[in-house]
């Protein structure tokens, strides 16, 4: 019977694969998204979180929505002043979020959509 190496084994699956059973989160990899209409949904490519950043051009009323339709986590950003807003949420590989956003005057100055890598699935 040949020999295995353990420690090899693992070291070559080192960052590669979740051995504790947690995520480690960020990572330095992330990807820009091409966004679609607002209410599209977006496949986790990898485990991570998605992440959403907008701001427009007037100080009225406007929000940004990320809701994971499988586990229903979902965070809502609210703003009235002009000013950047943001929010994310955590998906596991495969799992769907909708990006949804509302602006009720003026336009998005920048409205963009990230996929940030957890640690452990590079």
């Known amino acids: 019977m040949p020999d295995i190496n353990y420690g090899a084994i693992l070291e070559a699956l080192n960052d590669k694969v979740d051995l504790d059973g947690s995520w480690s989160f960020p990572s330095s990899q992330k990807e820009e998204l091409t966004l679609g209409d607002s209410g599209t949904s977006y496949t986790a490519p990898a485990d991570g979180c998605f992440f959403a950043v907008a701001t427009s051009t007037s100080a009225t009323a406007k929000q940004i929505s990320l809701t994971n339709s499988i586990t229903s986590v ?5 703003n ?11 998906a596991k590989k495969g799992e769907t979020v909708t990006y949804t956003w509302i602006i009720s005057s003026g336009t998005f100055v920048i409205n963009k959509l990230y996929f940030i890598y957890a640690q452990k699935t590079n």
């Open 74 to 78: 979902g965070y809502t950003a609210f």
């Open 80 to 90: 009235s002043a002009g000013w950047a807003h943001h929010c994310a949420v955590p």
